[in-house]
């Protein structure tokens, strides 16, 4: 039974930092493809960081420079520190995982697990 926890989340005024958090238990983090989603209202649901197995990491636009997706594996924890926040930022993110069978999706329908989501509202 997977389940995915984040925290972290919470109000900030723009040009301040986050770190969020997600805990993992029923698979490990290392060996799977892990991200950082987020949807703001009204909006669809968008990638914003991911890291694979081998360490690789990968950013939207919109986030590279800013946030830094990273995990331990001792801890089997994904983070997200989040700087220079703007309010475009605000959005529940959530942490997802899948399988890495092949290459690690870019996409969230091929994410196979997610957490119940944090808030981050920045203004």
């Known amino acids: 039974h997977v389940q995915l926890v984040e925290s972290g989340g919470g109000s900030v005024q723009a040009g301040g930092s986050l770190r969020l958090s997600c805990a993992a238990s029923?698979?490990?983090?290392?060996?799977?493809?892990m991200a950082w989603f987020r949807q703001a209202p009204g909006k669809e649901r968008e990638r914003v960081a991911r890291?694979?197995?081998?360490?690789?990491?990968t950013y939207t636009d919109s986030a590279e420079g800013r946030f830094t997706i990273s995990q331990d594996n001792d801890k089997n924890t994904l983070y997200l520190q989040m700087d220079s926040l703007k309010p475009e930022d605000t959005a529940m993110y959530y942490c997802?995982?899948?399988?890495?069978?092949?290459?690690?999706?870019?996409?969230?329908?091929?994410?196979?697990?997610w957490g119940q989501g944090t808030q981050v509202t920045v203004s």
């Open positions: 997802a995982a899948h399988p890495r069978n092949n290459d690690c999706s870019l996409r969230a329908i091929d994410f196979t697990d």
């Open positions: 029923g698979l490990t983090v290392r060996r799977y493809c």
């Open positions: 890291i694979d197995p081998d360490g690789y990491t």
